[in-house]
């Protein structure tokens, strides 16, 4: 069976530089979100949307905006990398209840 | 906001039994999600609960009591690839799908 589709899976960027994580959720699954974990911390809730609206917002920084596109595929951008954004990105779809999670992408700043 | 706690690691035999307790306190409860997420990987779905009492799937079950707040993840015979972290998540009903999870309990099976 399809499932959430991440990309890149690893990525090394320098400080200040700009990151984009793509997302590619399941077929028919009308709403995407994106959780940052941190090492050895739980996943925190950054942005979400439904039918390529925001939906919801948690705790992410200004520097990063997220869109959903007519494919219903989404993308994070991330500028100005700072050390402390290193970590698991994982992205999730549903069409309900259950989330399903991406294998995530892991984003190293230098 | 919600409390969501769970012990941070539990160590267990092979083809013994573990018991994962979760506690929470929120507002507007829209149900218990359990994850397994080994080190590296994406969280696994293992069960969700909206209604009081006992799922069982395999050997997994999670029971859920709202008036207590609390949930409990059953592993049975145990394996040793069972090793992972277990994250509880509530999901609120102010929010559709953000789920806020509890830091993980650790679960580390012995020979």
């Known amino acids: 069976a399809a499932g959430v589709i991440q990309s890149p899976r690893h990525l090394i960027k320098e400080k200040r530089e700009t990151a984009t994580l793509k997302c590619y959720p399941i077929p028919r699954h009308d709403t995407v979100y994106w959780y940052q974990q941190g090492p050895g911390q739980d996943p925190q809730f950054l942005i979400s949307?439904?039918?390529?609206?925001?939906?919801d917002k948690g705790s992410i920084p200004d520097r990063f905006s997220a869109q959903q596109f007519s494919d219903y595929h989404s993308e994070l951008n991330m500028s100005s990398l700072e050390l402390g954004d290193s970590a698991l990105y994982f992205c999730?779809?549903?069409?309900?209840?259950?989330?399903?999670f991406g294998e995530g992408s892991r984003l190293t700043v230098l | 906001g919600q409390n969501i706690d769970q012990p941070t690691e539990m160590t267990a035999t092979e083809g013994a039994i573990v018991q994962i307790n979760c506690t929470y306190q929120?507002?507007?409860?829209?149900?218990l999600f359990w994850y397994q997420q080994h080190a590296g990987e994406a969280p696994t779905f293992l069960s969700y609960n909206v209604l009081d009492g006992l799922e069982e799937k395999g050997r997994f079950s999670s029971f859920l009591s709202r008036s207590k707040g609390y949930s409990y993840l059953l592993l049975k015979e145990l394996q040793m690839k069972d090793s992972a972290s277990y994250l509880c998540?509530?999901?609120?009903?102010?929010?559709?799908?953000?789920?806020?999870f509890g830091a993980g309990t650790q679960v580390v099976v012995t020979p």
């Open positions: 998540a509530v999901l609120t009903t102010d929010s559709w799908g953000k789920l806020q």
């Open positions: 999730a779809s549903s069409a309900g209840t259950e989330l399903f």
């Open positions: 949307f439904y039918e390529k609206m925001q939906s």
């Open positions: 929120t507002s507007g409860f829209n149900g």
